[in-house]
């Protein structure tokens, strides 16, 4: 009696031994299939721009496309433009940016990452007796850090900061008198300059 007893618990612990593994096993090939399902519904496309830019007339758009669960690359370029008086501005540059997900989960998350832009920004000078022109030039390779949400509905919100070096090129400013054709003497060089600037990045946008 005692050596069937012994054999009933030894086989009872089997079988709860091989349902525990059973569960186990199918426990995690679940949580894999829904972490593969997670990772091919995650959008592989961010189109956002900056609406408090647009109040004062400057276009700021980025394209953000997904390498990989950890990385992306973003694509950017602004415009701005405007007149005033005798003096129109003009002011355009492009740049792009690699960014690192730290919860591999991209483009959803906190992320860090590097920039490099370039940016060109011109004056003209226009009444009945005088024109003149200014331009400028400038590269700035610098680091980012920030958070992007992005729903299910596709609405993405990213909020970040930025430090850049900015190496400006130099600046001439020219003025000619329109009655003469000659060029002024109101005219001078500004050195090219260098610095560190900071910025702000708030965008709205569109993941798909």
């Not at 433009?81 to 906190?110: E, H, I, M, Q």
């Not at 024109?131 to 596709?154: H, K, T, Y």
């Amino acid at each position: 009696m005692a050596k069937k007893i012994i054999c009933f618990m030894l086989c009872a612990g089997l079988l709860v031994g091989a349902g525990s593994s059973l569960n186990a096993a199918v426990k995690k090939a679940v949580k894999q299939k829904v972490q593969g399902t997670e990772e091919q519904a995650m959008p592989f496309n961010v189109i956002s721009i900056n609406p408090l830019e647009l109040i004062v007339g400057l276009a700021d758009g980025q394209y953000e496309l997904r390498l990989n669960e950890a990385s992306t690359l973003c694509i950017r370029g602004n415009y701005w433009g405007f007149k005033l008086g005798d003096w129109s501005y003009t002011a355009f540059g492009g740049g792009l940016a690699y960014r690192w997900y730290f919860k591999n989960n991209a483009p959803d998350g906190v992320y860090g990452g590097a920039v490099l832009g370039i940016a060109s920004a011109s004056s003209k000078y226009d009444n009945t007796y005088y024109e003149g022109s200014a331009s400028i030039m400038a590269i700035s390779p610098g680091l980012e850090f920030g958070n992007q949400w992005v729903w299910d509905s596709g609405f993405a919100f990213d909020l970040g900061i930025s430090a850049s070096y900015s190496t400006f090129t130099p600046v001439t400013v020219k003025l000619k008198d329109k009655t003469t054709g000659l060029d002024s003497n109101v005219s001078s060089t500004v050195n090219g300059f260098s610095g560190i600037g900071y910025g702000l990045r708030l965008a709205l946008g569109y993941a798909f």
